[in-house]
């Protein structure tokens, strides 16, 4: 199935900076970077709940936040891009 | 439907500065921002069709993009949060 997986980590410290660069590394490990803080994940039941619970370990709860959305096995429809480049460097966790 | 809204604004000058302010704007007007760059919008295809096209119409796709993502009707198993606050201030487009 297809999961999106987007992410706000709070970066007015070095710690939540360094939060926001393990996230994206785990979700470059895992998937596709589409957009900044946007990730498209192929996974099945038993990986997402493994992604799942390491990206909750990395984060504060306090300030970040993760969404996952389940788009199923039959994605292709649902999804749409408009604008510049589809996809980004899997080796670039960007930092902005 | 549920439509998901993600984006990706170029603020490298202020004219994209504007750009996204504007995005945002037209973003908080139809749905409910749940991250910074992340809305979600109930919608029927008409609806859909013009925010999509309005939208198209403020980025420069040279620079930035545009992600929709269609949950359907029944959308409320597909999505799941973890961390700080599920729902950001409407009023407040967030300029990181």
Known sequence: MLVLITYDVS??????????????????????????????CILDAAQFRRLRYELEELIDKDTDSLRFYNLGDNYKSKVDHVGAKETYDM???LIL
Chains 1, 2 share one sequence.
């Open 11 to 40: 970066t007015m410290d070095r710690e939540g900076r360094r939060r926001l660069s393990r996230v994206a590394k785990k979700c470059v490990d895992h998937g596709q970077r589409v957009q900044n803080s946007v990730f498209e």
């Open 91 to 93: 080796s670039d966790p």
